[in-house]
């Protein structure tokens, strides 16, 4: 099984500014790894997938990268909307999530 | 518009059983494969099971395989899943999510409880 693991768990940001989020594969899954966004209360919501292209409708604002095993999302000026649950997925060899990072108003 | 609805949870006792479904709505069904995702209070998704769009072929976690079945009925655009020998660790919410590369499309999810 790929394990997925994020860091960090809770990042505390405050509007406008630049949050980065990393995500880890402990095996390749190519470029196979997706970003979803959920809050309270709701399902995910895809974001990024093919690790750097971005899902219908999304801002501009959320950019990604990496392949391989080391993932990164970048979410710039942080809209009070955008304070959520992060998940990062692979779906290379069946499909597994990352634990999840907060993204919290500091 | 394309839509996921599920339905089907609610709370049973350790041991029992509960089949889940998903109804699709605005877009080829049969073309797509489908999972069922799970996420338990508090926690990050969990994969559960996936089948083919002809559903042909299906998968399953390590942690459900034995015990719950994916199938659906193409000609009612319906997915389901049958949970047998359900545990406390089960309860969650279920998702169905249509697969596109990646999951594109969720439903609303429904409640699994499993107490006595």
């Known amino acids: 099984e790929v394990v997925m693991t994020q860091s960090p768990a809770t990042l505390s940001v405050s509007p406008g500014e630049r949050a980065t989020l990393s995500c880890r594969a402990s095996q390749s899954v190519t470029s196979n790894l997706a970003w979803y966004q959920q809050k309270p209360g709701q399902a995910p919501r895809l974001l990024i997938y093919?690790?750097?292209t971005r899902a219908t409708g999304v801002p501009a604002r959320f950019s990604a990268s990496g392949s391989g095993t080391e993932f990164t999302l970048t979410i710039s000026g942080l809209q009070s909307e955008d304070f959520a649950v992060y998940y990062c997925?692979?779906?290379?060899?069946?499909?597994?999530f990352g634990g999840g990072t907060k993204v919290e108003i500091e | 518009e394309v839509q996921l609805l599920e339905s089907g949870g609610g709370l049973v006792q350790p041991g029992g059983s509960l089949r889940l479904s998903c109804a699709a709505s605005g877009f080829t069904f049969s073309s797509y494969a489908i999972s069922w995702v799970r996420q338990s209070p508090g926690k990050g998704p969990e994969w559960v099971a996936a089948?083919?769009?002809?559903?042909?072929?299906?998968y399953y976690a390590d942690s459900v395989k034995g015990r719950f079945t994916i199938s659906r009925d193409n000609s009612k655009n319906m997915l389901y899943l049958q949970m047998n020998s359900l545990r406390a660790e089960d309860t969650a919410v279920y998702f169905c999510a249509k697969r596109d590369g990646a999951f594109d499309v969720w439903g609303q999810g429904t409640m699994v409880t499993v107490s006595s």
């Open positions: 093919g690790a750097s």
């Open positions: 089948i083919s769009g002809s559903g042909g072929n299906s």
């Open positions: 997925q692979q779906y290379n060899s069946l499909f597994t």
